[in-house]
Structure formats: C-alpha cells, structure tokens
C-alpha cells in the first residue's frame, strides 16, 4: 500500500473511540473475528466503512490488527494449525501465491451480494478483481502528475503518458522511480505497445531494449526518487515538471497540503489489495460474512471518503460523488486505457530485469 | 612467544647455574614473575580479540566464502548434480538426470524448500521460479511417466524450458559448490552454455566502468586533498603555537559534525535551487534557467568527498612537518638557495612520509566509500561500493557482493604493497 495519510482527519478521532465501543460489544457477543491490514490511515479507512458498521448489523466484534503485506506470519500461523486473523487484506501477487500454497480458503464471488440493480457481483466487480481464494477490495494506480505553476495559462498541457517521454514538447525535469519496475512498463506504453500486450513484449529481448531506448530519452532529465514521499517532495519542490507517483500520494497532497498538481491518467497502472481468509480459522463463515458485508457497493463508495483509492466495482463507482469519483483510477475516463500490474511478471523476470535497469543507471 | 625465550634461555641458565644455584633461583623467580606479568597484560586485550573475532573476523571469512563457495543447489538436488557431473554441456543431459530432477522436485516440495531453491535458481535463469512451480504442481498430478514414455518426455512436457541445454548448463554450474561465477560477474563475464567463458552482453556490463571510475576519482581524491591539505599542513605546523593550535581546530571541525550533516550542508550549497547557484544568478554570470549541475553527478560526489577526506591528509602531513627543524631552510638559504630551490631540494624530501601516508590513506579510504558517494552522486557519481550495497539489500544477490568486496579488499592490498616497495614500509608515517 502506497499511502498511509489520511483524507479526512476526523477518522482518527472517531477510531479512538471505536476501540472502546468493540471492548464493550465483545462482553455482549461472543463471536468475534480479527481483520488483519495494512495498518495507518488506509486501516483506519476500513474501520470506518466495515468495521463498525458490521459490529453494529451482526453484534460481533472485529478487531483490527497490522502486519506489513508479508505473508510469513500467515504461513506460520496455517502450518502451526493456530489461525488468530480472521480475514487478512492481502496485495494481489500475495493472494496468488498463498493460494497456490493452499494458505487460504476458497471464496466464490457468487456468494458477495449483487448490485442494487441485480447485475451479479460475477459481472459488477472489475475483470481481474476477483480469484480463487481472493475478493478484491481497492484498487491504486502508478501514474504521473505535473506541477501546474510550470505551465502558464493557454499554454499545451500534457495528456497522453508520450508527453512524459516528450522533453522537446515539454521541456522540464522527469521524476521516475529508481526500479525497473514499473517503469519499463510506462516506457514501453509512451512508445505505443497497447496495455494488453505489454508484458509479452517485455518478454522478449527487443521489446527491454526498445523500453531501454525510450528511457535514454528522458535520462538526461530524470529525478530517480526512491520513496513515494520524494516523489511528492520533488513535485512540490519545483524539482522537476512531472513525476510519477501514486495516485493515493498525489490526490491525499492535493487535498490536503494543496499542492498544485494535476493527474494524468492516460496508460495508468493499477494493482489490487485482496480479502482472504487464512485456512483453518475458527471463525471461518462470519469471515466470509464481513468480506460479504464489505463487498456491499455501498460500503465500498463510503471508504472512498476516507482515502482516495477505489472500490473495485462499477456499481459502488456510481454512488461514489462525482467530485471523488473524478479523482479515483476507475472512474471511466481515467480508466479507459489501463495496465493491470503483473506481480507475477516480475516474481519471474524481476532479477534480471532489475540487475539491467540498475547497470543501465549507473552509467 | 613466551615459549620460545624461555628455550633460547634455558641453556644459559643451565651454566650459570653451576657456577652459582642462589643467583639461578633468583632469575627463575624474577622470570616467572615476568611471565606472570606478560599474561596478565595479555589477558586485558582477550576481550578485544575475542570482539573482533567474533564480530570481525567471523563474519568476514563467511562472507569472503560466500564469494567462491555456494552449496545450496548441490545440498538442494544432490542426486541431480552428481549426474550431472558426467555431462559434459554436450547437447541435452541423460535421462538419468530428468528421472533424478523429477525424484528431488518432489522431495523438496515434500519438505517445503522448494520456495527458496526456485527463487536462488530465479537469479541466474529468468523464469526459474515458475518453471520449478509449476514442474512441482504438474508432477503431482503425474509423478512418472506413462509405459513407453521418458521423464525427459514427462518434463518437457509440462514446461518447455526443461528441453532446453541452456538451463540445464546453468543448472550444472550452480550445482558446483566451489565457483568462480560471482568472480566472473564481478567482472562481467559469465560461463555460456558450453561451460565457456564469455563476455556478459553489453547491456549487464557495469563492474568494470565502475571499478574504473572508482579508481580514477579516488585519485583524483588524493591529487585535490594534497594540494589543499599541503599548504595548511605547513602553515599549522610554522605558525606560532596559539595560531597553529586554532587552525588544528578548524581542521579537526568537520570530523567531529556528523558526516550526514556535512553532506546535507553540500546539498543545500551546490543543487540547483542552492546558494551558489542562487548567488551565481543574482550576479548575473549564469542563466536562471541554466544554473549548474553540481549536486548528484560526480562533480558533487569528488567535491564532498575532498572535503570529508582532508583531515586524513592533513593530520599525517602536519605531524610530519612539525618534526622538520626550521634551521633546515634557513641554512639552505644562507647557503645561498632562493626559496623555492631549498623548499624543493631540502623540505619537500623531508615531508614524503607524511604525503606517502596522506595518499595512501586517503586512497584506500575512498576506494570502499559508500555513504558520501550514496547521497551526492545521483547515478552518475557512483562509486563500485553502491553495487556491493546493491546485491546486499536489493537484489539478495551476496556471491556477488561478496565477490565485488573480495576485489576490493585485494586491491587495496596490491595497492598497499606496491606503496611500501616504492617508498618502503617504515616510511610511511601516520602521524
């Protein structure tokens, strides 16, 4: 999870105060199941639109605990036989390997409730969103920003992700991430491979090369920052004219620092945060009712309003307000011509790959 | 050592004691009492080199091993890589080797280090975790092959890369448990698919350029930290006591502010939105648009370093110049020399162990530097030391860490021993 701020600040408030409704709840139910996350403010995003709200529907009580994304501690609890975390928010590649490890149970999408119009959750939630063991929950883009104090009024603003590449159209530093991850993908995109073939390109040897030759373009004008906050700092810095971040980071420093910066969502590249539930819990089917519960189009539109990342289903989009659903990488518009991210690309082709990217910058 | 001065000494004692045994019992008390006295000494430094066994040496060894010694693929498929032993990279292996593969796939599966096998394999052959997976997922559906078919067949079948010799000549080398490859890729070489040397592809050749320029900027390190360090070595060491102890103080400054905080004060004087550019444009000799690039290339990287570098150029040059009588120049000169002849013919000669100590000092510090270069010199002001940090931290690759290290370490002792001949050991003086 690239974010860990906070959209609104009077979350926090409320969660001090949740931790004491749950305590008082547990002595009137028994059940009680365990949401592990990533913690921070996104945690505190899903207190407020599942966690609570379920407490009150069901009378069970759902503590929230914080790990890192790492799927060690939920390997040893499945092999130990001792499940304490319910339902655990994994990333997407996560999902897929504890799957293929058999850590998780099996979720079936038909069983998350349908949209408020009927369409079957099968079809309302976004190709690819969805897997055996896994039920997506948000979804957050890679994508690039400009500073809007580099452009004057009247003056041609960048669109498309080639107008990133172009230094001679729009002259100004480049902030890129100092990984190959990612970024060749964007290379290869700016010099035309449509999203859907980028990583069967990136397979073979003249597809590295031709992301390669499209990076040497802007090399000489590039700011490689490391962490997402550089890649805010060195926007709001004047460093460079454009970055790419994450569009979590770039919408919380609009909001909230009022940083005069402007998305581009042309060829973003999304990524997925997952529900499962680890093997062997005690409480296996009230964890199937919360992921149910939080699969509910209306509870996904409430997160949003607590951080600015998106509900992974058409029909929660439409209830989200229009001046949010602007600023989330679903909303049609932005969505159009999107990479899904392929953690598993990587897992194979990463160590090669990243090796090259970081000889190709030392030079 | 204790021993060996206690023969060397016996047999003296032996005849002197028959000339008078009072005077022997004497020296074999007072003897024993200075032995006593020399372990005891010895005893106080035990915590020291018990410390740095442990936390120096140990650890060195292991990771300098590292460098040539690799043997979780042959402890991971034993069988595989003993068949293997007999395969000379001609063609595909014998079948004996798929019906070994097959038979370990399956074992490690069982006791669950297949994960990191797939993952050590994934460094040297892309695609080598899923292959493995994926092998161990179809294996268990059909575990041998049908009447009439080979593993080979059963292999190939379910990924085709197991009918490839390139994954099975790699497979071999890494099956080797004392190897050389992390030195070939310190290098940028790496073995083909015949168990040939061969040059790496142009794109993956980075060590040699950076061993290169780590070189040749530390040099350039040394060259700069002497011309500057020289002059004040001299005038510390001439000025009177009060003026000199001052300046000392001024050198001796930036050692005690914390390194960071030197390096972020470059920072915040050379980028480009920093105060010598801002002054450079507020008095018009540069463009605002085109202010310098000073920080995060290797101009930033040799400025920053020269600076942190002086002190070890100025103690050894000051300490030595301080010994150097004053009397020496004036009786050249009241020898008739004009003043750049006798600071030539008589003084420089007279400060060469304090430069020879300075450089070599100076050189083999700059050689491993890692967290200047790190923080100023942006990508192209890298020194060999950010690759090593690379493999560490990154990409997990330590052979080849260690191997980078291992090359290091040995040029900086080829460096050293070149050093000591042509200026011989003694006289290197460090203060």
Known sequence: ?363 | MSSTVIRSVSPAVTLESEASPLDSSLKRRLRRTTRRHRLRAFALTLPLLAFILLFFALPLVDMMARSFYDPRVANTLPETVAVLEDWEFEGLPPEAAYAAVTREILERQEDGSLGSLALQLNHEIAGARTLLLRTAKGLEETPSPAVGSSYQELLTSIHRQWGEQDFWSTLKIMGNSFTLRHYLAAFDQRYDANGEIVARPDYEQVHVMLFGRTLWASALIVVLTLLLGFPIAYHIANSPPKVGNLLLILVLLPFWTALLVRTAAWIVLLQQQGVLNDLLVALGLVADEARLRMMHNMTGTIVAMTHIMLPFMVLPLYSVMKSIPPVHMRAAASLGAPPFLAFIRVYLPQTKPGIAAGCILVFILCIGYYITPALVGGRTGQFISSFVAYHIQQSLNWGLAAALSGVILVTVLLLYTLYSRLFGGDSIRLG
């Open chain 1, 1 to 363: 999870m690239p974010i860990t701020r906070h959209r609104t600040t009077r979350a926090v408030a409320l969660a001090a105060g949740a931790t004491t409704l749950f305590a008082v709840a547990a002595t009137a139910s028994a059940q009680s199941i365990t949401v592990v996350s990533g913690g921070g403010a996104y945690s505190q995003s899903q207190i407020e639109a599942y966690h609570k709200p379920f407490a009150a529907e069901t009378g069970a009580t759902v503590n929230s605990a914080d790990y890192n994304f790492d799927l060690g501690p939920i390997r040893a609890q499945v092999e130990a036989g001792n499940v304490h975390w319910d339902v655990a928010d994994v990333e997407e590649h996560q999902a897929i390997r504890g799957c293929a490890e058999g850590l998780f149970e099996k979720i079936d999408i038909s069983d998350m409730p349908a949209a408020a119009d009927g369409t079957p959750a099968e079809e309302d939630f976004i190709e690819g969103t969805f897997s055996e063991c896994a039920i997506g929950t948000i979804l957050f883009s890679t994508i690039y920003a400009y500073d809007e104090r580099q452009f004057s009024d009247g003056q041609e603003r960048p669109t498309t992700l080639a107008d990133f590449f172009d230094v001679e159209k729009f002259p100004g530093r480049r902030g890129l991430q100092s990984k190959g991850q990612g970024t060749l993908e964007f290379a290869l995109m700016a010099d035309g491979v449509p999203p859907e073939e980028v990583y069967d390109v990136l397979s073979t040897e003249e597809g590295m090369n031709r992301a390669f030759s499209m990076l040497e373009r802007v090399k000489d004008d590039a700011v490689w920052w490391d962490t997402g906050a550089q890649s805010v700092q060195i926007l709001a810095d004047g460093e460079v004219a454009m970055t790419i971040s994450w569009n979590g980071r770039i919408q919380t420093a609009i909001d909230e620092e009022q940083l005069p910066a402007k998305i581009v969502w042309d060829n973003q590249m999304w990524m997925l945060n997952m529900w499962s539930i680890p093997k062997g819990g005690a409480n296996v089917d009230l964890a199937r009712d919360f992921i149910a519960f939080a699969s509910r189009p209306e509870n996904m539109a409430e997160q949003t309003k607590h951080i600015p990342y998106a509900p992974v289903r058409q029909s929660a989009l439409e209830l989200v307000p229009e001046e949010i659903a602007r600023t989330l990488p679903t909303y049609p518009e932005n969505f159009a011509n999107a990479l899904k991210f392929d953690a598993s690309w990587w897992a194979d082709y990463g160590d090669q790959t990243e090796n090259r990217f970081t000889s190709w910058l030392a030079r």
